[in-house]
Nanobody
Framework: QVQLVESGGGLVQTGGSLRLACAASGRTSSTYFMGWFRQAPGKEREFVAGISLSGGREYYADSVKGRFTISRDNAKNTVYLQMNSLKPEDTAVYYC????????????????WGQGTQVTVSS
């Protein structure tokens, strides 16, 4: 079992920045591929970013490329999502998730989820 707890959400103006964190506990998170997803009201949950076990490879949705950066610190069992140049369309609940080893952009393929943290970008 892996427990995931997100933090760092909040209200920010367009163009602002936020840094989300996802703290993992339980089985060592270093054996899990970690992803960030988001879900806006009335929309499906969508992949935002993912990072490989060692942190050597990153994956991004086209909508956030160049603005968001995912990173991980396996010594702290924490994954981060640095979000810059935020837009109103980034408003959503952001979730971190874990799955064994390999990349996937499909939410249904992830084994563990956090409770989510709200990000609101005002125009």
């Amino acid at each position: 079992q892996v427990q995931l707890v997100e933090s760092g959400g909040g209200l920010v103006q367009t163009g602002g920045s936020l840094r989300l964190a996802c703290a993992a506990s339980g089985r060592t998170s270093s054996t899990y591929f970690m992803g960030w997803f988001r879900q806006a009201p009335g929309k499906e949950r969508e992949f935002v970013a993912g990072i490989s076990l060692s942190g050597g490879r990153e994956y991004y949705a086209d909508s956030v490329k160049g603005r968001f950066t995912i990173s991980r610190d396996n010594a702290k069992n924490t994954v981060y999502l640095q979000m810059n140049s935020l837009k109103p369309e980034d408003t959503a609940v952001y979730y971190c998730a874990a799955r064994k080893v390999f990349y996937s952009g499909q939410p249904g393929s992830y084994d563990y989820w956090g409770q989510g943290t709200q990000v609101t970008v005002s125009s």
